[in-house]
């Protein structure tokens, strides 16, 4: 499989503030997926991040409050933006290619005060 | 999107085999079905993928019958390291795939 490095792997934000996650794969990936997984629960999908594209989103997620960018096939972020309480959850990156099958990051876990 | 159910959680002993059933009585013609292994605090490993009948490797089987309305992953001689939460999706070309809620397996002693 592909070898994700998924950073921050936690993080601590006040309420307001921004918090960007990013994901480096050590080789080039068809497909990066960005998912949430709220405390005691499944994943969520948020969105597909497009390689040079605007995201598509799942429903109930909107751009303006995750920004997504994708400039090439290796790298990707997530910013969760103005953050609440309710968006402490773990973030997920997921990618695929035809080589390297599926892959998870290890997670991004945010608690936010 | 063909919806996924399956039990919320499962007890097993150390070397039993554990089957595991998820139900997708609406999956499409283009439909895999694949099963993700989750750990506390770590993102879901891929496990096992199939599309019909049955597939095996080194760590599951999948079995999958005729109508592929369902299909049931088997863990040969659990062990305690195998004790997680065992998730089924179903989709096409891994692009939509939507988790359940999973199965939370506890393997005892």
């Known amino acids: 499989s592909a070898v994700i490095s998924q950073k921050p792997s936690r993080d601590i934000c006040q309420r307001g503030t921004s918090l960007t996650i990013q994901c480096q794969v050590d080789?080039?990936?068809?497909?990066m997926f960005w998912y949430r997984q709220q405390p005691g629960q499944s994943l969520t999908l948020i969105a597909t991040?497009?390689?040079?594209?605007?995201?598509?989103?799942e429903s109930g997620f909107v751009i303006d409050k995750f920004p997504i960018s994708r400039p090439n096939l290796t790298f990707s972020t997530l910013t969760v933006s103005n953050m609440s309480p309710e968006d402490s959850s773990i973030y997920l990156c997921?990618?695929?290619?035809?080589?390297?099958?599926?892959?998870f990051g290890s997670g991004t876990r945010l608690t936010v005060v | 999107l063909a919806k996924t159910t399956q039990p919320i959680s499962m007890d097993s002993y150390e070397g039993q085999e554990v089957n595991i059933t998820c139900s997708h009585n609406?999956?499409?013609?283009?439909?895999?079905i694949t099963w993700y292994q989750q750990f506390p605090s770590q993102g879901p490993r891929f496990i096992i993928q199939?599309?019909?009948t049955k597939v095996t490797n080194e760590v599951a089987s999948l079995f999958i019958p005729a109508d592929r309305k369902s299909s049931t992953l088997s863990l040969p001689r659990v062990s305690l390291s195998d004790t997680a939460v065992y998730y089924c999706?179903?989709?096409?070309?891994?692009?939509?795939?939507?988790f359940g809620a999973g199965t939370r397996l506890t393997v005892k002693p």
């Open positions: 997921r990618t695929w290619s035809r080589n390297y099958g599926y892959t």
């Open positions: 080789s080039q990936v068809t497909m």
């Open positions: 991040a497009n390689q040079g594209s605007e995201a598509t989103y």
């Open positions: 609406n999956i499409a013609t283009n439909d895999y």
């Open positions: 199939g599309y019909k």
């Open positions: 999706l179903v989709g096409y070309n891994n692009n939509d795939m939507r």
